[in-house]
């Protein structure tokens, strides 16, 4: 993105359900009232670092709509969260679990927490005593001190019918553990329902790791599917492009180089590479997971803003939000966008998209798998079952299956795009919901 044109999440959430609203005939009370989440709290949360001092951090839940049962969001540590970005992910949250049919309304959560930025500075010592799932200058217990601290200021908001946190960006299933066991001694007895994304040890869905990105793919065939059946894809050679190859990603590549489809590009925060003829993605995985991307030795290195233009298929943006915009838009020539993560595109992308004639699914659609898996994961929390893996996927399939569809119905009964039939298919369920419960008068 360049400068000056900073991305506002929020402002595009509203825009997107100021775009859908208009055409349900929605009672001014409730109109009114989703614009805004039911409560944000911000807390401070100090902290013992490793060398003896303390140091403060920032966070805050927001809660937007309670009307369908109870909230459902990540948690995302990261350098430059906002209030104003929390509050506009529970919104998106409201929706996308309406979208996918599931109980539960928006929330989301996050901590300020710095980048390591100059890792390339430390020792080896220092670089040993990180946590090593996080890109952070912080060790491991720092961060589980921070999520306890945070756990703690949050308590009186959350719980198993009430709201439910969740691994988001730069948390991971170890938080999640963290979490429960916080939340478990505050209450005096474990609380598995309390948190979903944790390891199997502790409750865990089998599958929840993959179900964003399985999620994901599963809208990605369907729209295949369509393009073929409309005659606006033939026989040719189906390639495809993936912006960030963290979890979601690599699991999309994965599933999709599984299927025969050539992933010929993709990217991460070291950089991008590119290969024509397909990259092999369980080595790319495992060079990964070793040396970085760059230790991939059967492709080139790119510029990574050039993967977003390269001419494939199906472009997955699945790292940050506002990747898309109206500085280059036009040079995207993917016949299908998969948002993989939420928000890559900005209002003024999405109408030149559009008139490109690209298929965008959008990510309250794209990247739902994730919050679906989790509903399943709740429900055996409470439940104290547990599903096998081929029980979770057929579920899975199911409900994203069905959702595209309803999508795609909304699509062609309102003649609009994908983007705002997915936030129609969405708000007429959660305002169905408040007239049901009198929000309405």
């Known amino acids: 993105m360049m400068a000056g044109d900073k991305f506002n999440f929020l402002k595009t959430a509203l825009q997107n359900y100021k775009n859908a609203a208009q055409y349900l ?19 401070r949360m100090p902290v013992r670092m490793d060398d003896g001092t303390y140091k403060v951090f920032r966070g805050w839940r927001s809660q937007h709509c309670s009307w369908r049962g109870p909230l459902k969001g990540g948690i995302r540590f990261s350098a430059d969260v906002t209030q104003d970005e929390v509050i506009a992910l529970s919104m998106l949250m409201t929706y996308k679990c309406a979208v996918v049919d599931i109980p539960f309304g ?31 200058k912080m060790s491991e217990r ?41 939340y478990s001694a505050m209450v005096g007895h474990t609380e598995p329902a309390i948190v979903t994304g944790k390891p199997l040890s502790l409750a865990g869905c089998q599958g929840r790791n993959e179900a964003t990105g399985r999620g994901c793919v599963t809208t990605i065939l369907e729209a295949l599917d369509y393009l073929k059946k409309s005659n606006r894809l033939h026989h040719e050679e189906i390639t495809c492009a993936i912006q960030g190859f963290g979890n979601a990603g690599s699991v999309v590549a994965s599933l999709l180089s599984e299927l025969g489809y050539k992933v010929v590009a993709v990217s991460d925060r070291s950089g991008a590479i590119y290969n024509s003829q397909g990259l092999k993605i369980p080595e790319l995985i495992k060079a990964k997971n070793s040396e970085g991307l760059a230790s991939y030795k059967e492709a080139e290195s790119i ?15 699945a790292a940050v939000e506002g990747a898309i915009t109206k500085n280059n838009a036009s040079a995207v020539k993917a016949r299908i966008i998969a948002e993989a993560a939420n928000g890559p595109t900005t209002p003024e992308a999405d109408k030149i998209l559009e008139e490109n004639g690209i298929f965008i699914i959008p990510d309250i659609l794209a990247n739902a798998g994730g919050v679906t898996v989790s509903y399943f994961e709740w429900v055996q929390g409470l439940e104290y079952l547990s599903w096998s893996l081929e029980e979770v996927e057929r579920r899975l399939q199911v409900k ?34 408040g007239l049901d419960r009198g929000k309405g008068v």
């Open 106 to 136: 928006g929330a989301k959560g996050g901590i300020t927490v710095s980048l390591d930025d100059e890792a390339e500075e430390l020792t080896e010592e220092q670089k040993k005593a990180w946590c090593y799932r996080f890109p952070y």
């Open 303 to 317: 510029n990574p803003d050039d993967l977003l233009t390269l001419p494939v298929t199906v472009l997955v943006p």
């Open 142 to 182: 720092e961060l589980k001190h921070l999520t306890y601290e945070y756990i703690e200021k949050i308590y009186p908001i959350i719980g198993p019918r009430n709201d439910i946190p969740a691994p988001d960006v730069n948390t991971t299933p170890k938080v999640m553990g963290w979490i429960m066991d916080k």
């Open 25 to 43: 005939n929605i009672p001014e009370r409730i109109y009114e009232s989703l614009k805004y989440p039911e409560r944000v709290i911000t807390v």
């Open 400 to 433: 994203m299956t069905r959702a595209f569809e309803d999508v795609w119905k909304t699509k062609c009964k309102y003649n609009t795009s994908m983007r705002t039939a997915a936030f129609i298919t969405g708000l007429e369920r959660v305002v169905r919901a």
